[in-house]
């Protein structure tokens, strides 16, 4: 089985995988039965959504399309037509469109109603696996392949960030409910928390030796987290957005350039991260590294991550646990260009 939802008030959960049917499960008698049976795919079922009112179900397979159902009719209403695998689905919040996540590097949006494309969101450069719409619906995520996360505005289809940090493939994320906050897992097993609004990774958790493939908010707080080992984690998230500090700035090539640190006076673990915006269209190729010290010069560690071009932005996630009690500073070279550490008591 590789898909399963829940309708809206939880009394049926559907089913579908490499049988190619899909499964509607009647769970308020105490023993679950079939219902309904959905067939029409033609390969393995990856995803599965309901409609805010609980009446349609969309699925997304490897057969290259998506297909919209009428449950209690077991009939299908739409069948949404890529070039390559869908990967995943998602209604809208009010219903009104669907989206879907392709091998084939798009997202596309429909109109619910009469299966038309409305809109392909474009800029993935692999495939993409996972996608998000965010609770208020003017916003959708996108990950996959290449590793990065892309918000689009989910009205016009622009491209409004590029979130980078990932170290492996991004299986699957989801917005929180708070509309701010993005939780993505990746092959590597690290779970990212990402502040959209700061840009930056807020909390960085590795979960597994396994691939995280799904992520679920259970609210403002909770996660459910499934990985490839079959394990089902429940995380409680604590952290903040405000008291990181920022404590380098200048300008470098084709835009600023800020390091952003959480320091501790003792030994904890510190957490930041270097964000190179670009904002001119030109291609960023800057090298960027970081280092962490002490007021002494005693370099405790140094990362210089892959050159990126290209982007928007670029944002490294760094840590390191400090060896003893004391002030830590934090430098950044841009381009060749060393910036003065900062320090922090």
Excluded at 1 to 21: C, E, F, Q, V
Excluded at 113 to 119: D, I
Excluded at 178 to 203: E, H, S
Excluded at 320 to 335: M, P
Aim: negative net charge; hydrophobic residues 40%; charged residues 15%.
């Amino acid at each position: 089985m590789y898909a399963l939802a829940w309708n809206p008030d939880g009394s049926r959960l559907a089913t579908a995988g490499k049988d190619r049917s899909i499964l509607v499960w009647d769970v308020t008698q105490g023993v679950p039965f079939v219902e309904h049976t959905l067939i029409g795919h033609a390969d393995t079922i990856r995803a599965l959504a309901w409609s805010p009112d609980g009446s349609r179900l969309v699925s997304a397979s490897w057969d290259g399309t998506a297909r919209l159902w009428a449950v209690a009719t077991e009939q299908p209403l739409h069948t949404l037509v890529h070039t390559d695998y869908v990967n995943d689905v998602a209604f809208s919040p009010d219903g009104h469109h669907l989206a879907t996540a392709s091998s084939d590097r798009t997202v596309k949006i429909w109109d619910a109603s009469t299966g038309m494309a409305v809109r392909s969101l474009e800029g993935a450069t692999d495939s993409v696996f996972s996608l998000s719409w965010s609770t208020d619906g003017l916003r959708i995520a996108a990950a996959g392949a290449d590793k990065e996360i892309r918000v689009y505005d989910a009205n016009t289809g622009t491209q409004s960030q590029i979130l980078i940090g990932h170290l492996g493939a991004v299986r699957d994320l989801t917005w929180l409910p708070d509309g701010n906050t993005l939780i993505a897992g990746d092959m590597t097993g690290a779970l990212l928390v990402w502040d959209t609004t700061a840009r930056r990774i807020a909390l960085e958790k590795q979960t597994s030796d396994f691939a995280v493939f799904g992520v679920t908010a259970i609210d403002d707080t909770r996660l459910l987290v499934t990985t490839a080992g079959g394990e089902v984690m429940q995380y409680a998230l604590q952290y903040t957005r405000e008291p990181w500090h920022t404590v380098v700035s200048g300008t470098v090539s084709s835009g600023d350039t800020w390091v952003s640190m959480g320091l501790n006076r003792s030994d904890q673990e510190v957490y930041g991260y270097v964000l190179v915006p670009n904002n001119t269209g030109t291609p960023l190729t800057a090298e960027v590294s970081v280092r962490l010290t002490r007021p002494d010069g005693t370099v405790l560690w140094t990362q210089t991550p892959p050159v990126t071009s290209e982007i928007e932005s670029y944002a490294y996630f760094l840590s390191s646990t400090l060896v003893q009690t004391g002030s830590v500073c934090v430098a950044v070279t841009v381009n060749n260009v060393s910036y003065d550490p900062v320090c922090e008591p």
